[in-house]
T-cell receptor
Framework: DSGVTQTPKHLITATGQRVTLRCSPRSGDLSVYWYQQSLDQGLQFLIQYYNGEERAKGNILERFSAQQFPDLHSELNLSSLELGDSALYFC??????????FGPGTRLTVT | TQLLEQSPQFLSIQEGENLTVYCNSS?????LQWYRQEPGEGPVLLVT?????EVKKLKRLTFQFGDARKDSSLHITAAQPGDTGLYLCAGVSGGGADGLTFGKGTHLIIQP
């Protein structure tokens, strides 16, 4: 058990829709990272939050947004969904020593 | 853009054989991490190498970081079916504030 929880585990939705993925970091970790994993692109960094504030951005589309709440859980919002957004979305947290822990992921299928 | 190339992309060998997988980049990273990922799960960190030329051993797994900190290798001795999985290398940029840069991984299958 990584200590990072993600919900839902699976999500099926239609093109044009909007979904929200949720992540709770490992207890005590202040950082949350979101990654997208697809067959052709591999694992790609999307965005990082630290203690409620955005810290770094990667290859995140403008249709995607995220936030981290005071209780440190984070949500990734994906809107105007396209078929190509179908992927596994992982959340990870890091402890004060920089040791990462990945959640089990949310598998998003856009039909 | 920093890129990590992993090779081979796929590898299927018999139990008991040795193997090496590679992770190469044209960029320098402050450190490099190796992960193992099983289907339906998130990546699990195996090791972090920090110093150029560093060698770390984890039971039958040996990890090496290149002298110039641009490449790394993972060697598995006497592979077992339990070693089957997707092996990912990830580069850590200076400061560690940014997200990891991952290679696309090596899909390893160890046949009994």
């Amino acid at each position: 058990d990584s200590g990072v929880t993600q919900t839902p585990k699976h999500l099926i939705t239609a093109t044009g829709q909007r979904v929200t993925l949720r992540c709770s970091p490992r207890s005590g970790d202040l950082s949350v990272y979101w990654y997208q994993q697809s067959l052709d692109q591999g694992l790609q960094f999307l965005i990082q939050y630290y203690n409620g504030e955005e810290r770094a951005k990667g290859n995140i589309l403008e249709r995607f947004s995220a936030q981290q709440f005071p209780d440190l859980h984070s949500e990734l919002n994906l809107s105007s969904l396209e078929l190509g957004d179908s992927a596994l979305y992982f959340c990870a947290s890091r402890d004060h020593r920089g040791r990462p822990s990945f959640g089990p992921g949310t598998r998003l299928t856009v039909t | 853009t920093q890129l990590l190339e992993q090779s081979p992309q796929f590898l299927s060998i018999q139990e008991g054989e040795n193997l090496t997988v590679y992770c190469n980049s044209s960029s320098v990273f402050s450190s490099l991490q190796w992960y193992r990922q099983e289907p339906g799960e998130g990546p699990v960190l195996l090791v972090t190498v920090v110093t150029g030329g560093e060698v770390k051993k984890l039971k039958r797994l040996t990890f090496q970081f290149g002298d110039a900190r641009k490449d790394s290798s993972l060697h598995i001795t006497a592979a077992q079916p339990g070693d089957t999985g997707l092996y990912l290398c990830a580069g850590v940029s200076g400061g560690g504030a940014d997200g990891l840069t991952f290679g696309k991984g090596t899909h390893l299958i160890i046949q009994p």
